[in-house]
């Protein structure tokens, strides 16, 4: 049974579901419904399930099933990731601490070394594609998910090659330069590359070259990539030398694999600076009033709300007409912290749709928006403030939010 929707891209969207004989809770990928008669995007869909299905790793998102409905729509059916995305930790961190980043990155390596040992290449390694989760026993884990653009290097009749080498598909700012050159040799050092920008903007809070596709480009070809040390000095140089060969625009010079890559990370972790990644509180703001006239905007010291990870898809509706639409990082009983395509100034009152935990129920709530940060072009982080919450759905939120911690 679907329960809510999780989050959706360009081609497809994920749900949240309970199985119908065991209440597990699972994620649920399908193709938007204008994206049914797309053969590449159908077939894309379910080369991630034989991708993730032939690579077995603790730090690679577990499929669990993968079909063709009776309505021929291809699915994809992988565990509920209970956690926060590296992305919205940057947002709501700026940066990470040494220790953290490479707790973080190390296992990230390790799982593209088991994506390069079963023959594919990930090819969308980034902020937004690692989660940081808590498994059953409590521990903190790091999952790469998003295998949409996952390329075999040794195709075979039931894996064909989606796109060849005059298809440019990925994150432009995370992109090597063979990718953007459209060279038909790009293989799994590009993944190394990615995982040097990721770790470069974890340190910096910022990527190395910005931009659109044409424009990092441009900055590949012209210009060596900046040190970490230019940024801060706190890095060990042992650490700063690594980020510089995985960011290496000639692919030889960069590691051999990712598992070499691991292994000089983990020669890098210091005994201190590690944080605690899920319970970090990223919006300040105190409970909202269920009636009554909404608080005015805060200002000096005021209470920190606990907060919860929690993805759902979330639309904002202005007083002016403007609707946005984003993803939720996490909920408190005071607000709901959102990752948008667009911005809306800071004050500015709203309405906000989403799904409430626990029950999946649509609801809409009036919020104000407490801070806006810009992530980069077309993405922003909120912060949105509830003005006014029902006494259901308050509680639901706060039941949410003391089971999760």
């Given amino acids: 049974m679907l329960r809510r929707e999780v989050g959706r891209g360009g081609v497809c969207v994920v749900y949240e579901a309970e199985h119908a004989l065991t209440g597990r809770a699972v994620a649920v990928k399908i193709l938007l419904p204008e994206m049914a008669g797309n053969e590449e995007a159908r077939e894309r869909i379910l080369s991630e399930a034989r991708s993730l299905g032939a690579v077995k790793h603790p730090c690679i998102v577990d499929v669990l099933d993968a079909g063709v409905t009776d309505e021929d729509e291809p699915y994809l059916v992988m565990e509920m990731l209970r956690g926060r995305s590296l992305e919205g930790l940057l947002v709501a961190r700026r940066r990470l601490s040494v220790a953290d980043t490479v707790f973080v990155t190390r296992y990230v390596a390790t799982a593209l070394a088991a994506v390069h040992a079963a023959g594919s290449i990930h090819r969308d390694v980034k902020p937004g594609n690692v989660f940081v989760v808590r498994d059953r026993s409590q521990n903190i884990r790091v999952k790469l998910v998003d295998f949409g653009l996952v390329r075999t290097s040794k195709p075979t009749p039931h894996t064909p090659r989606l796109t060849g080498a005059q298809s440019l598909v990925g994150t432009p700012e995370y992109m090597a330069f063979e990718q953007l050159m459209l060279r038909d040799d790009v293989g799994p050092r590009a993944d190394i590359y990615a995982l040097g920008v990721t770790i470069f903007e974890c340190l910096t809070g910022q990527v190395p070259f910005p931009g659109s596709f044409q424009e990092v480009l441009v900055q590949l070809a012209t210009r060596p990539a900046p040190s970490?040390?230019?940024?801060?000095?706190d890095v060990p140089q042992p650490l700063v030398d690594i980020v510089a060969k995985a960011m290496h625009r000639d692919p030889e010079a960069r590691f051999a694999t990712a598992t070499e890559l691991a292994e000089a990370l983990a020669r890098c972790i210091p005994e201190r600076g590690f944080t605690n990644l899920l319970d970090h509180v990223a919006v300040p703001v105190a409970a909202p009033p269920r009636t009554g006239a909404p608080p005015p905007l805060p200002s000096g010291h005021r209470e920190r709300a606990a907060r919860a990870p929690y993805q759902t898809t979330v639309r904002m509706k202005s007083d002016t007409g403007v609707v946005l639409e984003g993803r939720s990082e996490d909920i408190s009983e005071g607000g709901i912290f959102v990752i948008a395509g667009s911005s809306v100034e800071k004050g500015a009152r709203i309405d906000v749709r989403f799904a409430l935990p626990v029950t999946g129920a649509l609801m809409s709530?009036?919020?104000?928006?407490?801070?806006?940060?810009?992530?980069?072009?077309?993405?922003?982080?909120?912060?949105?403030?509830?003005?006014?919450?029902d006494d259901g759905s308050h509680r639901l939120i706060r039941e949410y939010v003391s089971a999760v911690l």
């Fill in 365 to 389: 709530f009036p919020a104000q928006v407490r801070w806006v940060v810009e992530r980069a072009p077309h993405k922003v982080a909120l912060g949105l403030a509830f003005l006014a919450i």
């Fill in 228 to 233: 970490i040390a230019d940024f801060r000095d």
